[in-house]
């Protein structure tokens, strides 16, 4: 407080030092008006930055294992099964853990949450650098997806509850836009590391460049931590656990960020209370604690949302199932295509005839190699991504978000139809990239639930339908790899069925369905308030 010898609520001033209470005619805002009043700027631009950054340390982590598996096949002599345990061993610790994580977020806090799991994420990570053979990966990987869930799910929540309706949509889609740059960091850091012939041995391992490119990867995830530990927790959050002080506080601090004048300008001194949020005070067991849980879990499924919930969690699933599936084996897919006998072949031709097994030399080191090539190729494709991204951010109030989603879905009928029958290499890779990139709507989706979910729920139906999409990319990760090695054309065919099946679903998605929400409850405050 900028006058710490008063204390002010809406009705009353009272001077602590003179011992004098008078009364005062203290105008209530909303929420919504309190937000927009401390401006757009600095502030939400850090913010941006370090949401962004733990989504990009959940992506880097996941998205690491894909490009190490070449070198994992031999190294630790895994076969085809492994590698598609190992992919998607972080994913299935997103989908156990999300729910909890959601759990945490609407009742500990975002921040909180956010630390904690980067923290952790950033231990198992390094320990799974000096794994001894494949289940040991397999298993550290796993937590580290178990911690690192909070980064993608909350930090939805975190970066939306610190703006009002007017940016919330543009800075949520420019949030997604640290996935590109995962795409970008990841093979950048590959060019520099992978290559790289090591030799030697430290804590009992044999030193290899994948283990010192999973302990680079952290790097993001502690700069994430970093970054949170400047970051209070969200208004609205406080707001609706009726610590309206501190979110006062926050806002007040916003508004010094963006405009660069004292708090004492800032014109909001009183807050219309928004009460209902869960506290971890009231948990006192273990029955608590499973209360509590099912008590955040059921209004995702009240009848005035269940088939939203139900067609939001369908699409994340599907969605993640694709993009993950085929991104999980698009290193192994480009290094088949750059081998001179795949030229002016068809993709499936090459994927058919594709060596599953691990092939070690004679000596018993790695017969394959990092192929920088492939590298450069994802690079290229991230900076693709990071443009699509832009265009969504800044025409998604323009042309709608259901709009944007099923224009792009009908380009990725396309492109899996086109595959069948593409067969230079520059145009199987952008076809399949367009196809693989139908995880981009898994961002636009996200952005459409935030909105449906009101804030006493908001985290916990986030890291629901993200539990789910994991839950997705899971199965993608295991099943497509083998189906594409053995079953191609019918897949691609499958796949594009699917697609079909998501652009009718997206027709029917909530769209502008919260505020219209926010603006009943504002008036049935307003008329609580005027009764009272």
Known sequence: MDNPGYVIDCDREFDTAAGKRKSLDKREYSFEEAITLTGHGLFHLKLLLVCGLCFMAVMVEIMGVSLIMPLVKCDLQATLDQQGILASAGFLGVVLSSHAVGFLADTWGRVTTLRLAMLLSAITSIISAFSVNIWML???????????????????????EFHGNRTRVRHVTLLSCFLCFAIMFAPAMAIGILPLELSGSMLGVNVASWRLFLIADVSIALLALLGL???PETPKYLLVHGRTDKALETLRKMYVYNSGRPASEYPVECLAPQLGGASLSNVHGVCDALRLIWQQTVPLFHRS??????????????????????????????????????????????????????NPSEDGTCAMKADVNTYLVMITIGAAFTVIYLIFAYTIDMIGKRNLLMAWMVLTVVCLALLHWLREFILVVIALTLAMAIGNCGGLVSTIAMDFYPTQINAMGMCFIMMVGRLGAVVGSNVLGNLLFSSCDATFWTLLGFVVVLTVMAYFLPEQTKPKAKRQSSTANGQEISSK
């Open 229 to 231: 530990l400047t970051v």
């Open 138 to 160: 397999i298993a550290f990987r796993f937590l580290t997806g178990f911690f690192i869930s909070g980064g993608q799910a909350c930090v939805f929540s975190l970066c939306g």
């Open 305 to 358: 949302r269940v088939l939203h919930t139900l067609n939001i969690c369908g699409m994340q699933f599907v969605i993640y199932g694709i993009a993950q599936g085929i991104f999980m084996w698009f290193p192994t897919i480009l290094n088949e295509l750059g081998e001179e006998s795949s030229y002016g072949a068809l993709l499936c031709t090459v994927l058919l005839n594709f060596n599953t097994e691990p």
